[in-house]
Each structure stands twice: as structure tokens, then as C-alpha cells.
């Protein structure tokens, strides 16, 4: 079945850096993927759509500058988490339409801000 | 605003008991309905959906859900669930208006617990 790979699964760093996390669809071609962020014990928020070749579309109050989304392949979607704060600490899953409207997720990136 | 509810938050059970786990959403048009789970240390898996048809949809693992447009409802049932079905369980609803598939609106999950 379809894969998506994310990478790191887990990352520490110190306030202030930037954070890259990576998702990968492994065996199909993604033209669509979609950012979430899950805070602990609550549900998935969908953060942003990512189109390869295009600008990302943000949901409300997610901030463009702070979660820069690059899709430059048909099989890869970054999200950079710029200046992180403790704040940013969380879960990020990213998710991809394999076709037939169905998502298949990530094992997600926890990311922890000293 | 859409949103989808889930009614219980923590569910324990003994192995061999029957598993039902609410879902409501808010959304007067036409919507697709999901239910994922996550099983500890995994991902996001979709165990079964609804777009059309019989409102009665069979997933994996013997789940099954209804999809009661009347009550805006999608509850999650399972005869007799077994200690591997210890997870987290997810209600999602895309609403037909949506541009993209990814605009699942998500429920706040229910953990089950089951007891050997």
C-alpha cells in the first residue's frame, strides 16, 4: 500500500533554531500533501496545504513566515519551523491523497523546543 | 464553523465486550466520514469511510460504522473487541464543499482500552 515517510520521527533544539522536518510519499506521487500539528491530548489540526510547484495554502492563524512549506518534487514536502519556541513544541504528521480521496498519514515528527 | 465531537474520551473495556464510540459533526451539506486509528507508537491508519451508498460501512479488523444523516451522526461499532484494539480513534469528516481532501475536520479522539 501507499507509504509516507517522515523524517526526523523525533527532534530536540534549542529556541531561536530552525527545524526542518521532511515527508516523503515512497511509492506513489503526491501533488498534494497536507501539514497537521496534534498537541497532546487533543485532536489534528490541519496546518497547511502544501502544492508542488505552488505556494502553500495556510489555514487561519497559522503563520506563513513561521511554517515555511516547500513541495519542489512530486514525492516531497518540507516544513521548516523557523525561530521555534517552546511553544512550537508538538506534533507535526504530514498526509497525502493516494487517490480516491483517502489519506494515508505519516508516523508524525514530535518536536521538542528547549 | 464545522466540527466533528466525540463523545467519549477514554473507554475501557474487557476483552470479548461490544465497542461502540460516538461521532457527531456539524455540517448541513453533503459530507465524507472517517474514522482512523493509532495504535501506540504508530501512525494514522484509516480503518473505514463513507462517501455514498449503503450508510452501513464495513472497515478492517471487524469495525463497522453507521452513517445516520438524520441525527449527523457516524458512530464506530465493533461486536467484540480483543486487547490489539487498544488505541486512539479518530472521527474525521471532509465536507463535499471543500477544495481539498486534506481539509478533515477532526474529532478530539477517544482512547480505548482494553483489558485482557
Known amino acids: 500500500g501507499a507509504v509516507v515517510s517522515q523524517h526526523p520521527s523525533r527532534v530536540i533544539c534549542k529556541s531561536g533554531t530552525s527545524v526542518k522536518i521532511e515527508c516523503r510519499s515512497l511509492?506513489?506521487?503526491?501533488?498534494?500533501m497536507f501539514w497537521y500539528r496534534q498537541f497532546p491530548k487533543q485532536s489534528l489540526m490541519l496546518m497547511a496545504t502544501?502544492?508542488?510547484?505552488?505556494?502553500?495554502?495556510?489555514e487561519q492563524g497559522v503563520e506563513k513566515d513561521k511554517f515555511l512549506i516547500n513541495h519542489a518534487s512530486l514525492t516531497l514536502s518540507t516544513l521548516t519551523v523557523t525561530s521555534a519556541h517552546p511553544e512550537d513544541s508538538s506534533f507535526y504528521i504530514c498526509?497525502?491523497?493516494?487517490?480516491?480521496?483517502?489519506?494515508?498519514f505519516g508516523a508524525g515528527s514530535r518536536l521538542t523546543v528547549l | 464553523a464545522q466540527s466533528v465531537s466525540q463523545h467519549n474520551h477514554h473507554v475501557i473495556l474487557s476483552e470479548a465486550a461490544s465497542l461502540e464510540l460516538g461521532c457527531n459533526y456539524s455540517?448541513?451539506?453533503?459530507?465524507?466520514l472517517f474514522w482512523y486509528v493509532q495504535y501506540p507508537g504508530q501512525h494514522l491508519q484509516l480503518l473505514l469511510k463513507?462517501?455514498?451508498?449503503?450508510?452501513l460501512v464495513k472497515g478492517i479488523k471487524g469495525f463497522e460504522a453507521e452513517f445516520i444523516k438524520s441525527k449527523f451522526s457516524f458512530n464506530l461499532r465493533k461486536p467484540s473487541v480483543q486487547w490489539s484494539d487498544t488505541a486512539e480513534y479518530f472521527c474525521?469528516?471532509?465536507?463535499?464543499?471543500?477544495?481539498?481532501?486534506?481539509?478533515?475536520?477532526f474529532g478530539q479522539g477517544t482512547t480505548l482500552q482494553v483489558k485482557p
Open positions: 498526509s497525502a491523497d493516494t487517490g480516491a480521496n483517502v489519506l494515508t
Open positions: 511509492d506513489f506521487q503526491a501533488t498534494t
Open positions: 502544501s502544492n508542488e510547484g505552488s505556494k502553500a495554502t495556510y
Open positions: 455540517y448541513g451539506g453533503t459530507v465524507n
Open positions: 463513507y462517501f455514498s451508498g449503503d450508510p
Open positions: 474525521a469528516v471532509n465536507a463535499f464543499r471543500s477544495s481539498n481532501t486534506g481539509k478533515l475536520i
